[in-house]
């Protein structure tokens, strides 16, 4: 037993912190400017819309919050993507090279795209919010739909990027983003819609609300009945954490064996 | 890297955000008001004679213009002339105390809105003579449950001052002023001044609206009949707001009150609402603060990684990492000394 998991333990990538943090910088610095991009496109519109269209209306900004985090759930998945082009090109290798090793690289790209991403789009909503009317982050629907929102961008990035160092090719993950974000979701309600008009099978909003949940987790928060709760957060907390972890196990075996650049 | 990423994103989003706020200050346009509602409600509860106002708000009205909590409000109220009662004149009105209240928060007095329509109703009132007192109350009696007491201060020289400090917006404000009855005196259409006994005793029986809004009305009397000979003039009411760049006067000539079961109730004689709008700091202390999180955040980095902040891009920033090392190089000195 305990040789099978010194065995186990051996068998995990080696990961240093400072060159993974070293990695990071080094992805963050050449990405610079999609990043203050992010932070630019996030703040301005709440920034006007918080300054202009006042009284605010707590359903709209809410709108405006959830739009805005799916274009920035797009632009993080065009962001993930240059780790396959990297990979695509064969520039990997000049960095694997170095002392950097397979699981250093991997994780500092996702580090990178979904933690950093994420920060830096956080701000973009709550710098505006704090500035203007810090009383409204103390709403349940204000605070619960801004952390709504970080974890589904937090779910997409994490997603889109593991895509991106498994796909190894901008365009197919430019297709699984594609895929992920607009096909699938629309053809699942398709399908169950004419499921439940074909058959008996009575399908509930609830079913429908995970579903969709499955690629915008927010949704659970925003639309599961009785919608905008601590509780429906909680479980759409739940939903990205064990995705989370089930990408993580996958990726630390998927990095040991079967990575090629 | 990562701190430099940040506090850039932090600078820039400040940046963004101070120009917006700078634009919209910069143009302000001038606020009005076309609902104004009082003094509608002249009660008398046996010690206190009791007059209410109202009025929405510019903040409402020019919204896109203003932030609620870059402005703090005085409001001043006062009764040089007194007031109409039922035809009989309330003079001089001395108001040695002034309970106000006020309907001031957006989401409350929103919802206050979709259940009753309170500005409407109260247009109505004053232009449409069927319109139930009943529904009147109910809406007010929204407005009392809803209402915080946020001023009751002794006021000298007939005047009530309010100062909100605003985070929220204001959208309906109403204030409640009263008068100790012993103290005022009543005039009647021929010019009669009565006081004392017989002035309470006309306050009884004249003062007959029964607004819930006021907090200790005294049970509903008789209303009591349209006076007899000619009304009295209005005087203009007044609301002035001024700011430190512009000044708004919004005149209305008076309001003549009907109501299905009063008659004529009151008019306003003179009231005149001095509202001092200030831009507050609060916005831009939060802002500068943002600001500073955001040099701090570089300027630390910068001296960990100098590399990564050369060029002329980056020339402000070791301008000011320059200087505060100075200031600490300096503070060495003197702790050397």
Known sequence: MRGRLQHRLRELPVIAPPRVASHVSYIVERNSGVYLGIALGASLPLAIFMTLVFPPQIDLLILLVVFMSFIISILAGFMASAAAGEIESGETLLYLSTPLSKAEYYYSWIFSTTVMFTAIYSLGFVVPLIVVSPRSIATLEISGALIAVTLQLLYHTVIFSSAAVTLKSRTRVIGFITGFLLILPVSSLIVLALLEAVSDIYISDEAFVWIFGLYYPSFIFFFKEPNMTTGNLAQEAMLVLTVFAALFIASRRYVKRRMEV | ?337
């Open chain 2, 1 to 337: 890297m990562l701190l430099k990423v940040l506090g850039l994103s932090l600078l820039l989003i400040a940046l963004i955000l101070g120009v917006i706020m700078v634009a919209v200050d910069l143009k302000q346009a001038e606020p009005e008001i076309d609902f104004f509602y009082g003094p509608t409600s002249v009660g008398y509860d046996g010690r206190y004679v009791y007059f209410m106002l109202g009025f929405r708000t510019p903040f409402y009205l020019e919204s896109p213009q203003v932030r609620a909590s870059m402005y703090s409000i005085a409001l001043r109220a006062e009764y040089p002339g007194g007031a109409y009662v039922t035809g009989a004149r309330i003079s001089p009105l001395e108001l040695s105390e002034c309970t106000l209240y006020l309907v001031y928060d957006f989401l409350k007095a929103n919802t206050l809105e979709q259940r009753y329509p309170i500005s409407s109703m109260m247009g109505h009132f004053f232009e449409n003579p069927l319109f139930s007192s009943r529904d009147i109350n109910i809406a007010l009696s929204e407005v009392s449950r809803l209402a915080e007491e946020r001023v009751s201060r002794p006021a000298r020289g007939g005047s009530c001052n309010l100062t909100i400090g605003l985070d929220s917006i204001p959208r309906l404000v109403f204030f409640v002023a009263r008068a100790p009855a012993d103290k005022v005196s009543v005039v009647d259409n021929q010019g009669r001044v009565y006081t004392g006994e017989e002035a309470r005793k006309i306050l009884e029986e004249s003062v007959g609206f029964p607004y819930l809004f006021l907090p200790v009305y005294n049970a509903s009397p008789a209303p009591s009949p349209a006076p007899a000979g000619p009304t009295p003039t209005p005087v203009p009411v007044t609301v002035t707001f001024t700011r430190p760049t512009a000044t708004i006067v919004v005149s209305s000539s008076g309001y003549r009150l009907t109501s299905t079961t009063n008659g004529i109730i009151g008019e306003a004689l003179s009231l005149r609402i001095v509202s001092t709008i200030e831009p507050g700091l609060y916005e831009y202390w939060r802002l500068s603060s943002i600001v500073l999180a955001g040099l701090a955040i570089l300027v630390y980095d910068s001296t960990r990684n100098p590399g990564a902040y050369e060029g002329r891009r980056y020339a402000w920033l070791r301008w000011i990492a320059s200087i505060l090392g100075t200031l600490r190089g300096s503070r060495g000195q003197r702790g050397r000394r």
